[in-house]
């Protein structure tokens, strides 16, 4: 059965329009843009149906906070009379279709029903490649995979997660979908990226200070600590703070109460912390760099995201995710890459990992005048680079044979019909044939 999320801040029609729906959809209700981006953290509709005005986050906010979890649900706006000039932002925005009131509820049917079909298409051709997202987090291989279920499984236990991983592989997008997806989701996440901050500022960054604690200081501050009460505090490159701050991020955790710089009087704080780095800090507690109490306090749960050239069966569907996001925003319609980039992007190094193929397409996007992405397309470093990653070619086989697998098992569940296999794949049909003629499937 298709699925269909309601979002309404108006208790009496989200009953209506999920009474409406209730024999052909299975539905799910969200009472405002917050609720919906909760329960796309856990379930993916085939279409959602959006109130243009609402009280804690406006449909076009919530808009672009669903694109940005996965670019590919279609969205349909119900605007109030008076506001079509909204409904067009929302078109331009990523908008399937809008509808106004005073609606007809089997026109609000025959939209609705249109936008799904595409929806679910789209679906079960992730599910046919096996790829999962996590907001905004896209992958098929293995290591993503366990790094999804380590997330479901311990997101709601409220204990401290370690993220390790080199820059660019999205532990920021980790922590916030570990955030989202636990009890915490209601309160505040708060980032801090300790290599950026330098290391005579730090603690009254994290902790605070009292109005007098030293020159300049002419009121009191909160640190980010207390201002992630509630929620979740992400402490980004741990790796870099420095042996004294280390101790009393120690004694916090231990003690769960905060002592700004210059006060004497004790704040409890309940927060949660997740904690990234790039480091290897386990060798830097053997060197004594980093305290071993404070590592094992960080490290209840131990979450690793490799980097890009480890995991070459994502590139694929990352570069699909991205062109999909970068055609909304600059009102293309790219259909692919070229053999020869994807087989560029397979044999590169990726030093960057997600983020620098993520600007890669950015980059290719709108520079593209055709709807294939060339070399000639790509940014310049990557044109000049004679770096690949050598001794891949059995990943490399196994990326193209996946592309291959998927465009058969598209063509099988559409009986043949080449029209709507490429709307499956999300693909035009002409992209459709040059693969086919690609892997001599004609």
């Known amino acids: 059965m298709k699925r269909l999320l309601i979002v309404d801040d108006d208790d009496a029609i989200r009953l209506s329009l999920a009474t409406a729906f209730k024999d052909t959809f299975e539905t799910?209700?969200?009472?405002?843009?917050?609720?919906?981006?909760?329960?796309?953290?856990?379930?993916?509709?085939?279409?959602?149906?959006?109130?243009?005005?609402?009280?804690?986050?406006?449909?076009?906010?919530?808009?672009?906070?669903?694109?940005?979890?996965?670019?590919?649900?279609?969205?349909?706006?119900?605007?109030?009379y008076g506001t079509i000039s909204d409904a067009v932002k929302a078109m331009k925005q990523g908008a399937t279709d809008y509808i106004q009131k005073p609606y007809d509820i089997e026109e609000v049917r025959i939209i609705v029903n249109r936008a799904a079909t595409i929806g679910a298409m789209k679906r079960e051709i992730k599910e046919l490649k096996g790829e999962m997202n996590m907001f905004g987090m896209v992958g098929a291989s293995e290591a993503m995979k366990?790094?999804?279920?380590?997330?479901?499984?311990?997101?709601?236990?409220?204990?401290?997660?370690?993220i390790t991983g080199p820059t660019g592989v999205g532990k920021e997008m980790a922590a916030r979908a570990i955030h989202h997806k636990s009890l915490r989701r209601e309160g505040v996440f708060v980032p801090i990226n300790l290599a950026a901050i330098p290391e005579s500022l730090m603690e009254s960054e994290l902790f605070g200070y009292d109005k007098g604690a030293f020159t300049g200081a002419s009121t009191s501050k909160?640190?980010?600590?207390?201002?992630?009460?509630?929620?979740?505090?992400?402490?980004?490159?741990?790796?870099?703070?420095?042996?004294?701050?280390?101790?009393?991020?120690?004694?916090?955790?231990?003690?769960?109460?905060?002592?700004?710089?210059?006060?004497?009087?004790?704040?409890?704080?309940?927060?949660?912390?997740?904690?990234?780095?790039?480091?290897?800090?386990?060798?830097a507690v053997d060197t004594g760099a980093f305290r071993e109490d404070l590592f094992y306090r960080l490290n209840t749960v131990y979450i690793n995201i490799p980097p890009l050239k480890e995991r070459l069966v994502d590139i694929s569907i990352l570069t699909d995710h991205f062109i999909s996001i970068y055609n909304q925003r600059f009102k293309k319609d790219i259909q692919d890459v070229s053999k020869e980039v994807m087989d560029r992007f397979l044999s590169y190094p990726w030093r960057g990992n997600v983020r620098e193929l993520m600007h890669?397409?950015?980059?290719?996007?709108?520079?593209?005048?055709?709807?294939?992405?060339?070399?000639?397309?790509l940014p310049p470093q990557m044109l000049s680079s004679q770096q690949t990653v050598n001794g891949e070619s059995a990943m490399v086989e196994e990326v193209k044979q996946l592309e291959r697998q998927m465009i058969q098992n598209a063509l099988i569940t559409t009986d043949s019909n080449r029209t709507k296999a490429a709307e499956l794949l999300g693909i035009s049909l002409r992209s459709l044939q040059y693969k086919l003629k690609k892997y001599n499937m004609v």
């Open 28 to 80: 799910r209700e969200a009472s405002g843009g917050r609720d919906a981006i909760d329960i796309l953290g856990e379930w993916l509709p085939d279409v959602v149906l959006l109130d243009q005005r609402m009280f804690d986050m406006d449909g076009l906010e919530t808009l672009s906070h669903i694109k940005d979890i996965d670019p590919d649900i279609p969205v349909v706006m119900i605007t109030a």
């Open 146 to 162: 366990d790094v999804f279920e380590t997330i479901e499984e311990f997101a709601p236990t409220d204990i401290n997660i370690l």
């Open 222 to 283: 909160a640190g980010k600590v207390e201002l992630g009460d509630k929620g979740t505090l992400f402490l980004d490159e741990i790796g870099d703070m420095g042996k004294t701050l280390q101790a009393k991020l120690l004694r916090f955790l231990e003690t769960r109460v905060v002592e700004r710089l210059g006060s004497t009087r004790y704040r409890p704080v309940d927060v949660r912390i997740i904690s990234a780095t790039n480091q290897d800090l386990s060798n």
């Open 360 to 377: 890669t397409i950015e980059f290719g996007v709108a520079k593209c005048k055709q709807s294939l992405i060339s070399l000639s397309d």
